[in-house]
C-alpha cells in the first residue's frame, strides 16, 4: 500500500518495503517529547522544557541491554522542538546509542512542511482570533436584539473555525507527521545494504500506535511496540518527605492489542463441518478482526458464490479488508475450496486466504518448528539428511509435517495400518513436496520398531486416545532421538511421553516433546498468521506459512527487565 502526503503543491510516497526484511522495535518512552505547531502552543507547553522530561537512569539501562540483546543496525527517535545540536548533546539516550557504536538518527516532519502548515493555520487562527475580539467589543456595548443576533452568529462562526483548526492541528500532529517519521526510519533502512534490518525507535506514548500501524501498512517485517512500565519501591524516608533510596524496576510489555486501521477487518469463515469452529472463530477475533461471518457444509461451489458476493461487494480498493479462513475436517474438500477461491479472485479483487483445516496446518508447524529446533539443541546440528518417521501420517496433521521435513531436505517416511493407504498418500505428499516421500505399514509394535529403530525425528499424529508407540518399543530405542506427540487425550501416542514435556529426557537420550507444549505454540502461530492475514492485502497463508512463523516465534527473545536502586 503507498501512503501520499502533500504540501506546498507537491507530494512525497511512501512505498511498501520490497527487497529487505526490517524488524523496528518501538520503545515508548517515559514522556511526551514537546512539539507544536501554532504559536499558541508554545504557551500551552511552557518555553522552558521540564527537568523531568528526561530519559530515567533505569530506562537507559534498559536501552543498554536491548542493544546488547539485538544488535540493531540504527536506531532514531523524534527530534520535537529540540535543535539537531541539543539533540545528541543533551540527550541521555543519544549518549547510550553512541557508546553502543549504533548510528542514531532524529526522525521527524521536515521544518519546510511543518513551516507552511503551521502557516496555513495561524491564518485560520489569526481570524478567528479577530472574531473573538469583535466579539468582545460588542458586549462591551449596550446589547439590544440586533447587536446579540450578530454575537450569536460569530460566536456560532468563532466555534466552528475553532473546532476546524483543532482536528487539522490533530491531523498534521499525529497522522501527516507520524508519516514523516517513518519516511525517515525507512529512508535510514533502504540506505543499509543489508537483506535483513533492525531499528530501534524511541517513541512518544502517543504515536506508538500510529507509527505501528504505519510501519505494518508499509510491509515492515516485524513491528514490535515495547511500552516500558516502571515499578518504584521506596524506603521509609529518615528525613523529610524524601526517602533514603528508591528502586525502579524496568520491565517492557509488547502492545499485542495495536490494530492497523479504522476500516472494519471482515473474516469470512467457510467451515466443511458445522457448526463453523467456534476455537478459530474466538482466535480470529482476538487477532483483531472487527467481523467474523462463518459458514458451514461449505463445498467448493458454495464457496465460489460467497467469495464472488464478498469481493464485489467492497470495491477494489477495500476488497483487501476482507480475508477468507478455510477450515475443516474433510481435507479433500478444504483443498477443493482452495483451488475454486484462488480461481474466484483476480487483480485487483484480491484478498488474503487463510489455510487450516481443523488446525492441522497450524498444528503441524508448531511440530516440525519445536522438533527441528530441538534436535539442533540434543544433537547439536542440523536435520538436512536425517530420518524423519511420521506415525499415523495419512491425516492433515501427518501430511503436512511429512511435506515441510521433505522440504527440509529430510529422509522422511510417512506409516499407516494399511500399506496401500500409506503409499497411496506417500505418493500424492511427495507430488506436493516434490521429493519422495515412503509409505510404510505398521500396524504392530514389531512393525513400528522397525521403521522407528534408526529414525532421528519421530512425530506422533494419529487420533486422539490411539497409543502409536508403547513403552516396549520406547526401551528398545538407541541413539538421540526427539519425539513428539499431538495426543492430548489419554491414553497418549507415545507411552511415557507427557503433554507437559518440553524436549524433556523421558528414556535415555530420547527426548521428548507433549502435546500441551505443541498446542501452546500452535495457538500462537495461529494468532500470528491470522494478525499479518488481517494487514497482508492478499497471498495464501498455508502451512507453508505457518511454519515460517513458527520457527519465527522460536526466535524471538525476551525483552530484558532492569533494576536499579537510587541510595
Not at 497450524?362 to 518417521?389: D, F, P, Q
Request: proline share 5%.
Amino acid at each position: 500500500m503507498m501512503v501520499e502526503v502533500r504540501f506546498l503543491e507537491e507530494e512525497f510516497r511512501l512505498e511498501p518495503l520490497t527487497g529487505k526484511k526490517l524488524n523496528v522495535i518501538i520503545v515508548e518512552k517515559e514522556y511526551e517529547e514537546p512539539w507544536w505547531l501554532l504559536e499558541r502552543g508554545v504557551k500551552e507547553l511552557k518555553p522552558q522544557r521540564s527537568p523531568i522530561k528526561k530519559p530515567s537512569l533505569a530506562f537507559c539501562e534498559f536501552l543498554k541491554k536491548m542493544v546488547s540483546e539485538y544488535s540493531p543496525d540504527f536506531a532514531t527517535e523524534e527530534l520535537g522542538m529540540r535543535s539537531r545540536d541539543k539533540f545528541y548533546k543533551e540527550n541521555p539516550v543519544a549518549k547510550v546509542f553512541e557508546e553502543s557504536k549504533v548510528p542514531f538518527y532524529p526522525v521527524d516532519m521536515d521544518e519546510k512542511a511543518k513551516s507552511y502548515l503551521a502557516s496555513t493555520l495561524q491564518e485560520r487562527e489569526n481570524f478567528k482570533n479577530s472574531l473573538i475580539e469583535e466579539i468582545s467589543k460588542l458586549h462591551s456595548q449596550k446589547v439590544n436584539a440586533e447587536t446579540q443576533k450578530k454575537i450569536d452568529y460569530l460566536t456560532a462562526y468563532a466555534q466552528y473555525l475553532d473546532e476546524e483548526i483543532e482536528e487539522k492541528e490533530r491531523e498534521i500532529s499525529f497522522d501527516v507527521r507520524e508519516k514523516w517519521i517513518v519516511k525517515g526510519i525507512l529512508d535510514y533502512a533502504n540506505s543499509i545494504t543489508k537483506d535483513t534490518v533492525t531499528c530501534i525507535h524511541i517513541s512518544s506514548p502517543s504515536h506508538v500506535e500510529g507509527l505501528t500501524s504505519l510501519l505494518k501498512t508499509l510491509n515492515a517485517w516485524n513491528v514490535t511496540p515495547l511500552k516500558v512500565e516502571k515499578k518504584v519501591q521506596f524506603s521509609e524516608a529518615s528525613t523529610g518527605k524524601i526517602p533514603n533510596s528508591i528502586e525502579i524496576e524496568v520491565k517492557p510489555t509488547v502492545k499485542r492489542e495495536i490494530l492497523v486501521t479504522k476500516i472494519p477487518r471482515i473474516l469470512i469463515f467457510l467451515d466443511t463441518d458445522e457448526p463453523a469452529s467456534p476455537f478459530d472463530i474466538c482466535q480470529s477475533y482476538d487477532a483483531g478482526f472487527d467481523v467474523i461471518i462463518p459458514y458451514s457444509k461449505v463445498d467448493a461451489e458454495m464457496a465460489k458464490r460467497i467469495v464472488q458476493d464478498a469481493m464485489f461487494s467492497r470495491g477494489e480498493k477495500n476488497v483487501k479488508y476482507t480475508c477468507y479462513f478455510l477450515g475443516g475436517s474433510d481435507f479433500g474438500k478444504v483443498k477443493a475450496i482452495l483451488e475454486t477461491v484462488k480461481k474466484t479472485m483476480f487483480p485487483p479483487f484480491e484478498s488474503p486466504v487463510i489455510v487450516d483445516p481443523r488446525g492441522a496446518y497450524t498444528t503441524a508447524a508448531a511440530m516440525v518448528a519445536l522438533t527441528e529446533e530441538g534436535w539442533g539443541k540434543v544433537a547439536k546440528e542440523e536435520v538436512k539428511k536425517r530420518k524423519v518417521v511420521v506415525l499415523a501420517g495419512t491425516g492433515p496433521v501427518g501430511r503436512a509435517a511429512a511435506i515441510l521435513y521433505a522440504k527440509l531436505g529430510c529422509d522422511v517416511y510417512l506409516t499407516s495400518r494399511s500399506l496401500e493407504r500409506a503409499e497411496s498418500v506417500a505418493k500424492e505428499v511427495s507430488e506436493e513436496a516434490k521429493t519422495e516421500i515412503k509409505g510404510v505399514k505398521a500396524s504392530s509394535p514389531e512393525e513400528v520398531y522397525e521403521v522407528v529403530k534408526d529414525a532421528h525425528i519421530i512425530l506422533a499424529t494419529g487420533a486422539a486416545g490411539v497409543m502409536l508407540m508403547p513403552k516396549t518399543v520406547v526401551e528398545k530405542l538407541k541413539g538421540v532421538k526427539v519425539v513428539a506427540d499431538v495426543n492430548a487425550v489419554p491414553p497418549p501416542g507415545v507411552e511415557g511421553l507427557k503433554p507437559k514435556f518440553n524436549l524433556k529426557e523421558f528414556a535415555p537420550s530420547i527426548y521428548g516433546i507433549g502435546a500441551l507444549a505443541v498446542g501452546q505454540l500452535k495457538n500462537r502461530v495461529e494468532r500470528e498468521i491470522l494478525s499479518a492475514a488481517r494487514t497482508a492485502g492478499k497471498g495464501i497463508f498455508d502451512y507453508n506459512y505457518a511454519f515460517t512463523a513458527a520457527q519465527k516465534l522460536l526466535r524471538e527473545k525476551t525483552f530484558p527487565t532492569i533494576k536499579m536502586r537510587y541510595s
